[in-house]
T-cell receptor
């Protein structure tokens, strides 16, 4: 079993839909990141969370430390949101290691 | 402009021919890291560095070497590349390992390596 699991693996939505991507992890963490990777390959950091909730434009990220779960929400989705969304956790195991989920491929149709 | 640069962006080489992928950041970041990305496996950490002369292994360090002689540079060295090292490689940096509020990682554009 992977230490960081994302669901769904693939998601197709119509423009305007509310989207949720989930991330569950089984290790102790000091922080959780949400990353976005566009078809060209470049990776951009969207959020870093250690507790609670953050919002940036139409994107909202939440984390529940007790349940070891995080969600990334996209409101009023748009075709330009089409990308791979990756969850990454920074381990607390005495190191500064990062562990990544395998990503959620999102396609938003016009 | 704040950025992480990698060179080369694309490289095709042959088994056993030593190569170096360079990574440089202009943000005075302490933390730098190398990742490889493979279909179905996602991103995996190869090595990371918390400051000059301080490096440590990630999850998949076998076959790779790194050095951190200057704060801005963190080259990835493949002494004897093999076909299973064919992958997309990313370098990343972040400001300060102690400050979780400024822990955003900035990624380089990636290096696509093919080992024949």
């Amino acid at each position: 079993k992977n230490e960081v699991e994302q669901s769904p693996q693939n998601l197709t939505a119509q423009e305007g839909e509310f989207i949720t991507i989930n991330c569950s992890y089984s290790v102790g963490i000091s922080a959780l990141h949400w990353l976005q990777q566009h078809p060209g390959g470049g990776i951009v950091s969207l959020f870093m969370l250690s507790s609670g909730k953050k919002k940036h434009g139409r994107l909202i990220a939440t984390i529940n430390i007790q349940e070891k779960h995080s969600s990334l929400h996209i409101t009023a989705s748009h075709p330009r949101d089409s990308a791979v969304y990756i969850c990454a956790v920074r381990s607390t195991a005495g190191t500064y290691k990062y562990i990544f989920g395998t990503g959620t491929r999102l396609k938003v149709l016009a | 402009e704040a950025q992480v640069t990698q060179n080369p962006r694309y490289l095709i080489t042959v088994t056993g021919k030593k190569l170096t992928v360079t990574c440089s950041q202009n943000m005075n970041h302490e933390y730098m890291s190398w990742y490889r990305q493979d279909p179905g496996l996602g991103l995996r950490q190869i090595y990371y560095s918390m400051n000059v002369e301080v490096t440590d292994k990630g999850d998949v360090p076998e076959g790779y070497k790194v050095s951190r002689k200057e704060k801005r540079n963190f080259p990835l060295i493949l002494e004897s590349p093999s076909p299973n090292q064919t992958s997309l490689y990313f370098c990343a940096s972040s400001l300060d390992r102690y400050s979780s509020s400024t822990d955003t990682q900035y990624f380089g554009p990636g290096t696509r390596l093919t080992v024949l």
